[in-house]
């Protein structure tokens, strides 16, 4: 994903403006943490030496988005534990597993349907 990400291949959405806003483009990112290198299309947190006010609010901001992303992944890994190794099939058949994964969720949590992950 990184090697995809790095040369442009992830298929983002193309820069967008903020809903409610005429203000400039904004480019779809990935959240990260330290370890990974700041891109176009990758935001993490600024350096902890020497932060201003503005640079601290901005990490806990982009460190709480972060943490949104990281229980939405912990509910629905909960759910479908295929999500808890690495899978074992191609790649584009991973994409239809993960996409079904996410529609079946959304539809459990819209009708409140309780579903067992070890029968599906």
């Known amino acids: 994903m990184g090697e ?10 193309e820069p967008r403006r903020l809903p409610g806003s005429a203000g400039p483009l904004v480019p779809f990112v990935i959240v990260a943490d330290e370890g990974f290198a700041l891109s176009p299309n990758m935001m993490h947190p600024y350096s902890r030496r020497d932060l201003d006010d503005r640079k601290r609010i901005f990490n806990y901001r982009l460190t709480r988005a972060r943490r949104c992303v990281e229980c939405a992944f ?3 890994s909960a759910k479908w534990r295929i999500f808890m ?11 239809l597993v993960i996409q079904a994964c996410v529609v079946l969720h959304n539809f459990t949590r819209i009708h409140d349907v309780s579903l067992d992950a070890e029968l599906l």
Do not use: F, K, Y
């Open 4 to 13: 995809q990400l790095r040369a442009n291949q992830l298929a983002l959405p």
């Open 74 to 76: 912990g509910i629905l």
């Open 85 to 95: 190794s690495s899978m074992q099939m191609d790649p584009e058949h991973v994409t």
